[in-house]
């Protein structure tokens, strides 16, 4: 077999070849290369250039390179989860992405332990592993559970809700109104305002002015 070697082109450097071209390489610097002769990575993996002109960061150490769709594929039995998983010095696991086939559940963990889910029906749950379902459902659970949005634009607009000793509780920025409107789409479009309290903490219903005048 005349078109197969392994050889070793330069100082310290080795290749392996197959059919007269080389698909393997480890360099000088301990780097492996497959596909790939000049390898960026600890071990960069390339099917075909990407065309990627950057350089690659000292903390790539595995590196996948296709032109095209480029996946890992985890291939295990039914019964069983596939994934990734995210170790320190002190511990293994500390965060985690698993897909567990036998559920068909995807759940994502930090500091070692599961902090979402989202199961087979796509309900989401945050803080729970079995939320309940009413369709596609967001279940946020734990100790004074609470949903937070901000108006980053502004940073003063925002609107919270939090359940706590036996009381849903609900706020928003004193400076600016609550409504609640209707639309004619998911987008928000048609926009028609319903109720508003405004900042004085009045209760107006088809009006988003107080028109009432108390003064003498």
């Known amino acids: 077999d005349t078109n197969t070697a392994i050889r070793f082109p330069s100082a310290d450097t080795i290749t392996a070849e197959t059919g007269g071209s080389e698909r393997l390489r480890i360099t000088s610097a301990g780097l492996v290369g497959i596909g790939q002769a000049t390898p960026e990575g ?3 993996l390339e099917a075909s250039s990407s065309g990627a002109s950057y350089t690659a960061d000292a903390a790539d150490t595995l590196i996948l390179e296709r032109n095209g769709g480029c996946v890992i594929d985890f291939r295990t039995p039914a019964a069983n989860d596939g994934g990734l998983i ?46 309940t379902s009413f369709g596609p ?53 048609g926009l028609v305002e319903r109720l508003r309290i405004d900042s004085g903490g009045r209760l107006l219903i088809g009006t988003a002015a107080n028109e009432h005048n108390t003064g003498h």
């Open 86 to 131: 995210f170790s320190d010095a002190d511990a293994r696991a500390q965060g985690s992405i698993l897909y567990n086939h036998n559920g068909n559940t995807l759940a994502l963990a930090t500091n070692g332990g599961e902090r979402l889910r989202i199961t087979s029906a796509g309900d989401m749950g945050l803080g729970t592993a079995s939320p």
């Open 137 to 189: 459902t967001l279940q946020v659970s734990g100790t004074d559970p609470a949903l937070l949005l901000q108006d980053t634009a502004t940073a003063v607009d925002y609107f919270g809700v939090n359940v706590a000793a036996g009381a849903v509780n609900t706020w928003y920025d004193d400076a600016a109104a609550f409504t609640i409107s209707t639309a004619t789409a998911l987008a928000g479009s």
């Open 42 to 44: 600890l071990l960069h």
